[in-house]
Every structure is written in structure tokens, then in C-alpha cells.
């Protein structure tokens, strides 16, 4: 690279999405001089419109952080939560495309960055459990494959809206007289600002489209395990196991099953609540045995990554 060119990364996702805008001088890593941050970006969860709004809002922020005026830019990597349709890749290129984002430009899973950031050499898996879930890998040879992701209606197991509903449902249990008692009916009426569990109806279901909101529940049930409530042990404990089946199914379409692979953490889940113990306990049970776990707390940084290897190629 003759100059110093301007690189772009953007990790987007169920609930929130990062931009982050990085100087590359013609030696050296990239440094990041602009940082913006919005709303969920995954057009099944909040419609086309909001995550193209969202998308603007975070470019727009990250250029307004680094005092520079938006412009286009030598490379952007988009790594966005529903990528991998094909009907929403033309909406989010046609979006790069009308508002001239780079001149290199590459759209690719949520995943990516996780195991960009995990992985120097590009391969293992990458697990996110956040407001969704899933897991993909890669390996040396460049096959990839996938686990999960289905979505909230039949997907997103171990993923916050999942154990948030979860415990919803123990508390339904619980004032039946179906289940056995749990703190969690205290903490989530207390949460909700109701008096009673027959309130609950009135008081979740006209959030029901709000996803994050809902997930936002799930460290209710952290809280309650860290006191012993058996509940929340068993909620959290379900919620291991669904995740590192998606591992297991990746891994051994990889064939990782047999070697030491890394394996990249990222999402409120499973960076927190003992999740990462449990993960690595239920993945013993499947006789797989990743190399090193590498908790991810910032993708996007392995978007930025990701652009680096674009204008590196040129």
C-alpha cells in the first residue's frame, strides 16, 4: 500500500451492531480511529427498513467518532446476523452498493469475525450465544459448516431468548402448581414490575416482537443459579448441552472430531454465568477437545481483521 487507506468493519447482529472505522499506514497492523454502535441488524427479527437504518446509524457514527467526513473507502467487511440468505445478501449489497461504502467489499455471517479474531490461521469454530445462536467452522482446507441459527421460532437454542423463555415458563409452572418452586418467580416479577404471576400475560405478550428485551431475562437466570436455585442450574445446564451440539455437529463435519481445534466464544451467553465451564464440560461428554477457548468479547475487531486481509490482497 503507497498510503494510508481507511478500512472498515462492521459486526452486526440479533441485538446490536458495532462499526468500527480503522487507519492503515502502508506498515503496521490497523488502528482503529472511529467507533459507532446501534440497534440489531437481522432483517427476519426487526424488518429490512430498521436494519438498514441501523446500518447508517452505526457507518454514520464511526466516521462522526474519527472527525471524518463519510466517504468511500479503500475496503468494508459487513459481517451481519441473516447474511446467509440469499435474499437478504442483494439487500445489504444493494445497500453497500447505492451508498458507494468501498471499494472492496465482502458480506459474510456474524460468525466470521469470531473466528477470525480466535483463529491467526482462519480455521476452527466459532460459537455465538447471545439474543440467537449458532456455530460455524471452517478448516484448513476451506470447507465450512454450520449449526443452528434457525431463528426464534424454532431455533436459537441456548441463546438468551431461549433460556428467557424458558424461565418464563418455569414460572408459568411454578404458579400451577405444574413445577416445582423457583426464586426465578420473584426475580422475573420483580424485573417486570408486577405483583403476581397471573399478571404476566399483560406484561410480556405486548413485548413478545421485542427479542432483545426478552433475552434480556436470561441473566435473571444466571442470578439464580449463582444461588443455588435448582431451576436455573437445570435451565442453564439444558442450555450447555444445546450449544455444544452445535459444536459437535460442526466439528465433525469438519473432521475435528479426532485433532485439537480453537474454538472462539462470542455473546452475552456464553461469555458470562459459568457458561464457559459448562460448555467445556458437556463437550468432554462428546469426546471432542478444542485446542484453546478464545472468548471473542469484541467481533468486530475480527471484521476490521478480516478487511486488513482485503486491501493486504491487492
Not at 183 to 201: A, D, M, S, Y
Not at 250 to 274: E, K, M, N, S, T
Request: with cysteine; glycine share 10%; charged share 20%.
Amino acid at each position: 500500500m503507497p498510503a494510508e487507506v481507511l478500512i472498515l468493519g462492521i459486526d452486526g447482529g440479533g441485538s446490536k451492531t458495532v462499526a468500527l472505522l480503522a487507519a492503515v499506514a502502508p506498515t503496521g497492523p490497523p488502528a482503529a480511529i472511529g467507533r459507532g454502535a446501534s440497534g440489531a441488524v437481522n432483517i427476519q427479527s426487526v424488518g429490512t427498513a430498521t436494519a438498514l437504518e441501523n446500518l447508517d446509524h452505526a457507518v454514520a457514527t464511526a466516521f462522526r467518532d474519527a472527525r471524518i467526513e463519510p466517504g468511500k473507502i479503500a475496503a468494508a467487511v459487513l459481517c451481519l446476523a441473516g447474511s446467509a440468505r440469499e435474499e437478504n445478501q442483494r439487500v445489504f449489497r444493494s445497500w453497500a452498493d447505492n451508498r458507494a461504502l468501498a471499494e472492496r467489499f465482502e458480506i459474510t455471517s456474524d460468525a466470521l469475525p469470531v473466528l477470525a479474531a480466535a483463529s491467526p490461521e482462519g480455521w476452527g469454530v466459532a460459537l455465538i450465544s447471545g439474543t440467537g445462536s449458532f456455530a460455524f467452522g471452517r478448516n484448513a482446507a476451506g470447507s465450512s459448516a454450520r449449526s443452528g441459527g434457525w431463528g426464534f421460532l424454532f431455533g436459537d437454542e441456548g441463546s438468551g431468548y431461549w433460556i428467557a423463555l424458558a424461565a418464563l415458563r418455569a414460572v408459568a409452572q411454578a404458579a400451577d402448581g405444574r413445577g416445582p418452586q423457583t426464586r426465578l418467580v420473584e426475580t422475573v416479577l420483580e424485573r417486570l414490575g408486577i405483583r403476581t404471576p397471573q399478571e404476566l400475560v399483560s406484561a410480556v405478550y405486548p413485548n413478545a416482537a421485542d427479542r432483545a428485551w426478552i433475552a434480556s431475562m436470561a441473566e435473571l437466570v444466571v442470578e439464580a443459579d449463582r444461588e443455588q436455585d435448582e431451576i436455573a442450574r437445570t435451565i442453564l445446564d439444558d442450555a450447555a448441552s444445546q450449544l455444544a451440539a452445535m459444536v459437535a455437529a460442526v466439528a465433525y463435519r469438519l473432521d475435528f472430531a479426532d485433532r485439537a481445534f480453537p474454538l472462539g466464544l462470542a455473546g452475552g451467553v456464553i461469555l458470562r454465568g459459568g457458561m464457559t465451564d459448562r460448555l467445556k464440560a458437556q463437550l468432554r461428554r462428546r469426546d471432542l477437545c478444542p485446542s484453546a477457548l478464545h472468548p471473542v468479547p469484541e467481533p468486530v475487531t475480527g471484521a476490521v481483521k478480516l478487511a486488513y486481509d482485503l486491501v493486504r490482497a491487492e
